[in-house]
């Protein structure tokens, strides 16, 4: 390079420099800055190196007889091991960490509930007719009186329920079966269950989607088996056996599987919600796929004192099928039973129903809830809309029959 030359950018494995003709205020050397036409001193002999630090010996000598120690200590711990092996015949156990199993606070409150409740659920076992069910029941009072789902002993001759895992089966009596509801009850002798502190009962109008449920049973014949989850859904409906509609029905996602029928959903405090009772299911997988639904508790605090009397239940029947409105409020009659009680009344397929007995419509399971209030033989006001215009019409209750209209018996 002359010194006409401009300067060009160089680096080295010390530092990189830089023409300070090109440098502004942005640019940061990133070593001392020095003249392009600085001269180098000229090369000459390095100096001898310092000589070494005198070492110890000592510490060196140290470290090798600890690493003897560690190494031989292995040794003999090793051949104990194996000295001890080969005497016994098998391995020697991992130590077990003191103290039991720490649960978190959701386990501690589901040990509780099962703790709680065990012993009030039973195994239920009907025959009858050349076939057999096997269902779970619980205890609802110190007179040997049990719950189950109806379709748990449909057609049954004979019921027995087991109450403890490792216990014998004693004979059971059907007090009284309602398939509108899917509930029944059974009764054993008293003595059976002097020890067993029965289950309460909640109001199932206080659950709310996202609860704590907790499901105890007997699926698929295993022994006593807790699972818990959520509530995932209130103010369902789902069919009944006789092919009527449950309605105000409990979703859960607690898996509940064929045997869990007519088992307790429990809440966070031990007490009944519901009465489990079918589950959702696909073609490919045929079992629990998270969605089960349980009869609500209000439901059984209603049903279950007539059948523990012995009473027939006569519910009022208005004889339609409905469907939600694609427009507007209200709720699509889709079909009259010939010779019901809406028919008779003038009610027509088509008509879109707005208001029964002055409660607003806006799904079919709001025409169920109005009517459930009343009884067979009651008027009530209908107010509907047909062909663009409104009608008022007034409708007397029947009694429903045992099963649905073009609805086949049994579950």
Do not use: C
Request: proline letters at 9%.
């Amino acid at each position: 390079m002359t010194d006409d030359e401009p300067p060009r950018r160089r680096s080295g494995p010390d530092r990189l420099w830089t023409d300070p003709r090109e440098e502004d205020e942005h640019t940061q050397w990133l070593a001392p800055k020095t003249s392009v036409t600085a001269v180098h001193p000229p090369l000459r002999e390095p100096e001898p190196p310092p000589p070494p630090p005198e070492r110890r010996l000592w510490p060196l000598v140290a470290i090798g007889v600890l690493i003897a120690v560690v190494l031989f200590g292995g040794g003999v711990l090793g051949a104990s091991l194996l000295r001890d092996d080969d005497i016994s015949g098998s391995p020697v156990a991992l130590p077990a960490a003191p103290g039991a199993v720490a649960p978190d606070a959701e386990a501690r409150t589901i040990r509780q509930i099962y703790e709680r409740a065990r012993s009030g659920v039973v195994l239920v076992r009907s025959g009858g007719r050349g076939s057999s069910g096997i269902g779970t029941g619980f205890v609802i009072d110190s007179n040997g009186t049990i719950v189950t789902a109806a379709h748990v002993v449909s057609d049954a001759d004979q019921v027995q329920v087991r109450l403890e895992d490792n216990g014998k089966s004693v004979d059971a009596e059907i007090l009284g079966s309602d398939e509108s509801s899917d509930l029944a009850v059974l009764r054993v002798d008293a003595s059976s269950t002097q020890d067993i502190k029965p289950l309460q009962i909640a109001d199932s109008s206080t659950v709310k989607v996202g609860d704590l449920a907790v499901a105890i049973g007997y699926p698929f014949t295993l022994d006593l088996t807790v699972t818990r989850g959520i509530v995932s859904g209130v103010g369902r409906a789902i069919k009944a056996p006789n092919g009527f509609s449950i309605d105000n029905v409990i979703q859960t996602d607690a898996p509940i599987n064929p045997g869990n029928s007519g088992g307790p959903l429990l809440d966070g405090a031990g007490r009944v919600i519901g009465v489990n009772s079918q589950i959702a299911t696909t073609a490919a997988a045929g079992g629990n796929v998270g969605i089960g639904f349980a009869v609500p508790s209000n439901t059984v605090r209603q049903v279950v004192p007539r059948l523990r009397a012995g009473s027939s239940i006569r519910r009022p029947y208005l004889g339609i099928s409905s469907i939600p409105s694609t427009v507007g409020q209200g709720a699509i009659v889709a079909a009259v039973v010939g010779g019901g009680p809406a028919e008779l009344g003038g009610v027509r397929a088509g008509d879109t129903i707005r208001r029964v007995d002055g409660t607003d419509v806006h799904a079919p399971e709001d025409i169920a809830s109005a009517i459930e209030r009343r009884s067979p033989g009651d008027e009530i006001e209908i107010e509907l809309q047909r062909a663009g215009s409104e009608r008022t019409l007034r409708v007397t209750l029947g009694t429903r029959p045992e099963n649905a209209p073009n609805s086949p018996s049994g579950p």
